[in-house]
């Protein structure tokens, strides 16, 4: 049971450079998200979709888009990648929307230069 | 609205001394509260988790913490630090409330374990 899977691990992007950040989960979870984390603020949400179809904006969307390509999978895309944009990215996956905990995948490591 | 907050960024502690890493928490609709681990360079592992059962709630490698509902905390301890326990520690709270699905991230506690 592999639970949550992200690709890469490591990415080095040139400004203006675009990517797509790729997360799978094999549990029938419903909830899948993306974060960023970054030195002393934790981890803050980009955005999260509650169930297969809908997805919604988290504190900082801005440079992001998403799909929810089906149940299993959730991606990240930036389009135009800043340097302010260098950051841990980790995907995570819930099975329900209130009492259960999340799994999180191992993080993408990217630095835009 | 939904909040978080770690009252230390750090904590040092010798080993074998008690650990304690607090939280205090906001949320408009009954809670569900957790406490993750983050070794380097590594994802959040689940230590423990509190959803309206017991209010003491054991976790993995001997950590517990207490939920209390009328000082909205849910601080985090140890009895006997260990090296092993040296990482960065987030608390989060999710809720049954309007913004269903969203956990909410303390920023962190980074705890140093001496010899």
């Known amino acids: 049971n592999a639970g949550v899977t992200q690709t890469p691990k490591f990415q080095v992007l040139k400004t203006g450079q675009s990517m797509t950040l790729q997360c799978a989960q094999d549990m029938n979870h419903n909830s899948m998200y993306w974060y960023r984390q970054d030195p002393g603020m934790g981890l803050r949400l980009i955005y999260y979709?509650?169930?297969?179809?809908?997805?919604d904006k988290g504190e900082v969307p801005n440079g992001y888009n998403v799909s929810r390509l089906n149940k299993r999978e959730f991606s990240l895309r930036l389009e135009s990648a800043a340097p302010s944009q260098t950051s841990v990215y980790f995907c995570a996956s819930r099975l329900t929307l209130s009492k259960t905990e999340a799994f999180f995948g191992q993080g993408t490591r990217l630095t835009v230069v | 609205a939904q909040s978080v907050t770690q009252l230390d960024s750090h904590v040092s502690v010798s080993e074998g001394t008690p650990v304690l890493l607090r939280c205090n928490y906001s949320s408009s609709y009954s809670p569900s509260l957790f406490w993750y681990v983050q070794h380097p360079n590594k994802g959040l592992q689940l230590l423990l988790k509190y959803t309206s059962a017991a209010t003491l709630v054991k976790g993995i490698n001997g950590f517990e913490a207490e939920f209390k509902k009328s000082e909205t905390s849910f601080h985090l301890t140890k009895p006997s630090a260990h090296m092993s326990d040296a990482a960065e520690y987030f608390c989060v709270v999710s809720d049954s409330g309007s913004t269903l699905g969203r956990l909410y991230f303390g920023r962190g506690t980074q705890l140093t374990v001496w010899p």
């Open positions: 979709s509650a169930s297969e179809g809908t997805t």
